[in-house]
């Protein structure tokens, strides 16, 4: 979204590489991309760097009620799912923002013409349709959940983005994405711990993550920035207190350890943006937070499950999210 993570805007041009050239920044890809309906628009439309974030949660919540990605099938449906929804969010985000868009991002796909906005809209609900379809053939629970997600997205991008209510509904956004990887929980239970203590803690942190971003494409206001750093901060002590007071075992040093440089990285970022809140810095900040989601994710699935290979693998999602973050902006 334009002042915030997106359901579930940083610029790359924001990050220091490319302010010393090494890079060409999104913006200039976007005002010299091919012509109206290309691909590259609509990868710009979905900002296809920030749904390995989503993915990254379901990897992460189905195996928090499962030891293996087994059953297959579902754990596909699953992920499927989330991608659709996430991008029906993001797709909704630019064309409810398309007038305020023109005036301040010309060159986001819909503004520019690239993109038209009853197009957008269309392939907005038809994905929105596929996902719910998809997590309703893994079971009714899944269903639920898949449509509580749709309800947050919708209030979110068209109704709620403008006012104090915006933040709370985009970490319920985050809530209920790693619930609807916990959704297939053979045992039925799905709304109990440790998903449902896992999903609030990143919902909180999300939530926190998009009060910072409120602004972020003009200068901030300290205050702001300070609150929303609290909360953000409130997230990443309610993992901590998973992984504490979860039940011992032999992964929990590694996994703190693991978490506090997380940690380290994304309140220096945070520091470095209160004590000078121009946009650059903001966003930066931002994007840190965004990329820093799929190492959360990763971590405490090594700590869950004790299976190196799996926590790999969600970590491994950094690597397409990362890379394509440099050329599409994440916000």
């Known amino acids: 979204m334009s002042d915030s993570e997106q359901p579930f805007d940083l610029d790359p041009s924001s990050d220091d590489s490319l302010r010393s050239g090494s890079v060409a920044p999104a913006s200039a890809v976007a005002e010299t991309s091919p012509q109206k309906g290309s691909v590259l628009a609509l990868l710009q439309l979905v ?17 928090l009620t499962h030891s293996l990605l087994e059953p297959l099938s579902s754990f596909v449906l699953l992920l499927g799912a989330s991608v659709c929804i996430y991008w029906t969010g993001m797709i ?41 379809g998809l997590a309703a053939s893994v079971g009714t629970g899944s269903l639920l959940v ?15 983005k403008k006012t104090p209510l915006a933040p709370v509904l985009m970490g319920s956004c985050r809530f209920f994405n790693v619930m ?20 609030l803690g990143l919902g909180i942190y999300v939530c926190g993550l998009t009060w910072f971003a409120r602004q972020e494409a003009k ?31 032999n992964r929990g040093e590694t996994a703190l350890f693991v978490l506090a440089v997380i940690s380290f990285t994304i309140v220096r970022r945070l520091l470095r ?4 809140p121009e946009p650059a810095r903001v966003q930066t900040a931002i994007r840190t937070m965004l990329l820093s989601l799929i190492m959360l994710d990763a971590t405490l699935v090594f700590f869950a499950t004790g299976t190196p290979p799996l926590a790999i693998a969600v970590a491994l999602l950094m690597v397409p999210a990362f890379l394509l973050s440099r050329w599409i902006p994440m916000t």
């Not at 898949?146 to 709620?160: H, N, P, Q, R, S």
């Not at 205050?223 to 007071?245: D, P, R």
Request: proline share 5%; aromatic share 10%; with cysteine.
């Open 92 to 132: 909704l985000n630019d064309y409810f923002d398309r007038d305020v868009d023109r005036r301040d991002r010309p060159n986001r796909p819909i503004p520019s013409g690239r993109i038209e906005a009853a197009w957008a809209l269309k392939l907005g609900v038809a994905l929105n349709v596929v996902g719910v």
């Open 219 to 249: 200068t901030s206001a300290r205050a702001q920035l300070i609150s929303a750093s609290f909360v953000i901060n409130a997230g990443l002590a309610t993992l901590f207190g998973f992984v504490i007071y979860a039940p011992d075992n």
């Open 47 to 63: 900002r296809i760097p920030t749904v390995f974030t989503a993915m990254a949660d379901i990897f992460l919540g189905f195996l």
């Open 273 to 276: 943006a209160i004590s000078q």
């Open 146 to 160: 898949a449509v509580l997600l749709t309800a947050c997205v919708w209030l979110y991008d068209g109704v709620l």
């Open 180 to 199: 609807l990887g916990a959704s297939a929980s053979s045992t039925g239970a799905m709304w109990l711990c440790p998903q449902a203590h896992v999903a």
